[in-house]
Structure formats: structure tokens, C-alpha cells
């Protein structure tokens, strides 16, 4: 089953005359253990759709369904719930606490839960993404594929159903990149989760299982 459905959603923003159709009528799903690409030029509605998946922005029509449930009929509650524990995010700039080390960075998102193992389970994910030597390292004194290794296990902690991804190896070399795309291809497996990502990048495409491309709001093919 999809854990994310979007059914013909579209979203207009009206700015002052002038009405932009920024989404038009897009459908969409992710599975767990699939990762999706959505490619598609500047401007052509990417960060609206992730903002749609990551419960940041509402549909100015059409639904949105997380595990089939309707997004629209959760409470303001439920829907800090769901981002906050349903799903991970990692960004293009890493956006990682410089005055953390990476251990509290990746337990951070768990900061509420006081369940002892969320420190293992940080501790865990770091040996996993190969940085078991790096736990008390703050992130200037990692590389930039360090920092963004901390970041996808930072996304993992809560065990989320979906990890959005946007630009994730944008600020990297290609080398570096590569070896994220194999930490994010492990854990679509290893976590089962759905990995959707917004991307320029042709490396990140070759990793995806299927890619979505968007032109002015519409979904190609
Ligand atoms: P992409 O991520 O592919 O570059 P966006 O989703 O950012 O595309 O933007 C899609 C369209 O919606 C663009 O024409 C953009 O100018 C417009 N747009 C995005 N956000 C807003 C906003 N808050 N207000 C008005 N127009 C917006
Ligand atoms: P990359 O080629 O991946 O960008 P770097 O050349 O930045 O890697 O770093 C190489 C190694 O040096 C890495 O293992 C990293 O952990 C370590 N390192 C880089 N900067 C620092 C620092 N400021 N303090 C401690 N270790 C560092």
C-alpha cells in the first residue's frame, strides 16, 4: 500500500492579480522501500509537492492521503504528530545544530520521547551511515558527506514511514554524493521506508526507482 497519496491535487497562489497554478491537478504515491525522484525545471511546482508530501502547505484542491488516512481531516495536532514522527526530512544545506555534536543532532527530533533508547538507536544509525568514530564530532569538524550522513540519520530516528529529500546532494561532489545515494538506497530497504526526493541532479536520478517529472504543475507521461 502507498504510505503517501496525492489525488489530484492542485494549488494556485494568488498573488495580487495575477493567479500562478503551481501544482494542476497531480497525482501521486510512494511505497515504502521505493524511492521516488521528482525532477522537473526551476519553477515547475517541485518544492510545492514536497511541501504538499511534508504536511507543510495544504492543496488548494484534490486530497492528500498518509497510510489512507485524509490529511485534510487531521487536527492541527495529529498533523505535528505525523511531521514530526512520520516523517524525515533532509535539506540541500544539511541544517544541522552547530553547538550539537552529531549524536544529540540525530537525537534531536526524539527530544520528547524520554524512552531510554533513542541514544541507541542514535548511536546505531551512526555506526550504520559509518560514522561510529564521529559521534561526539560538532558538525564544522565534519565533511560535508559526514555532515549529510548525520542529517539521513537524524531523519531516521523517529522511524518514519516517509523521508523527504530535497537536493540532498546539492552542496556535494559527485563522489560524495554518490555515497549518500547508497546510504539513502540501503535505508529505503533496511527501514522500509518511502524515500521521495526533489532533485537537478542525474547521479540521483539513476538511484531512484522511479522518477516523477513535472512541467508547469503537470505531471509528464
Ligand atoms: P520549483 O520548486 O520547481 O522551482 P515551486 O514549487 O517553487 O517550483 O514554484 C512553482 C510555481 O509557483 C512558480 O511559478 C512559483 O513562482 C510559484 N510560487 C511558489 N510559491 C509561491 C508563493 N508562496 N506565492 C506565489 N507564487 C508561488
Ligand atoms: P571530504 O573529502 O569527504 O570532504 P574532508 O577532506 O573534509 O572530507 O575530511 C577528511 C577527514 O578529516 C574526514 O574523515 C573528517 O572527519 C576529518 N575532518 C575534516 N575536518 C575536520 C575537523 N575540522 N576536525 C576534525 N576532523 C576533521
Redesign the pocket.
Known sequence: MSVIVLESVT?R???GAET????DAVDFHADRGEMVSII????????????MIGLLDTPTSGTVRIDDRVVSDFSEADLTEERRSGIGFVFQDFHLLPMLTAVENVELPSMWDTSVDRRDRAVDLLRRVGLGDRLTHTPDELSGGQRQRVAIARALINEPDIVLADEPTGNLDRDTGATILDELTRFTDEEDVAVVS?THDEQLVEYADRVVE?I??VIQG
Open positions: 494549488k497562489y494568488e498573488s500562478v497554478v503551481a501544482l522537473g525545471p526551476s519553477g515547475s511546482g517541485k518544492s510545492t509537492m514536497l511541501n526533489v513535472l508547469d504543475g
